[in-house]
């Protein structure tokens, strides 16, 4: 698990903004979700599968450049995360309405693990309390255990540059069918 002390508030809004490739996912689910399936259906699975959509573009995160921590003095890594960073506020911009439903969920995890438990441990561990009630709480477990059990072949390229041609293949190929079928 990570060490809470530190994590910075600046590696914090850095994973959190760095949700194109899931807004991306989300959208593609609810259009097709909305397409082939009648309500309450739609919904349902719109919720289930962007939901699940977060364990599997987590798990092949470890082949994108997506360094656990912040490269401050490295270049290209700020260059790169600007760029990522730009694209999903304009994803969330352009695509909250109508598709914020799959939004949500598809970045469900994030929002719990980063937003809800991260800043209550924080605090915890402010209060000189070494408390590890809540990390079975974390949702990101569930990540771990999927690429640990069925991704464990992938490369590790969180350090390596060349990692962002694959984020960007799979971003080109997410907007294909938005374009497409959207």
Not at 61 to 74: F, N
Not at 140 to 156: N, S
Request: charged share 15%; net charge positive; glycine share 4%.
């Amino acid at each position: 698990m990570f060490n809470f002390i530190k994590i910075s508030k600046l590696s914090i809004l850095i994973t959190i903004l760095e949700t194109v490739t899931h807004n991306l996912v989300a959208v593609v689910i609810q259009i097709l979700c909305f397409k082939y399936f009648l309500l309450p259906f739609n919904i349902i699975f719109t919720i289930i599968f962007a939901f699940l959509s977060h364990i599997i573009v987590d798990g092949i995160a470890i082949i994108t450049y997506h360094t656990p921590e912040v490269q401050k003095g490295d270049k290209f890594w700020i260059i790169w995360h600007v760029i990522i960073i730009g694209l999903s506020l304009f994803s969330i911009i352009f695509f909250a309405i109508p598709y914020w439903l799959g939004m949500v969920f598809a970045n469900l995890i994030d929002i719990w693990d980063w937003f809800i438990l991260r800043p209550i441990q924080k605090r915890k561990i402010k209060r000189n309390i070494e408390s590890k009630w809540m990390d079975k709480y974390y949702l990101h477990k569930i990540v771990d255990r999927f690429r640990d059990k069925f991704l464990g072949w992938l490369p590790k390229w969180n350090y390596k540059r060349a990692g962002i041609l694959f984020e960007i293949l799979l971003i080109v190929v997410l907007i294909i069918p938005i374009i497409l079928i959207g």
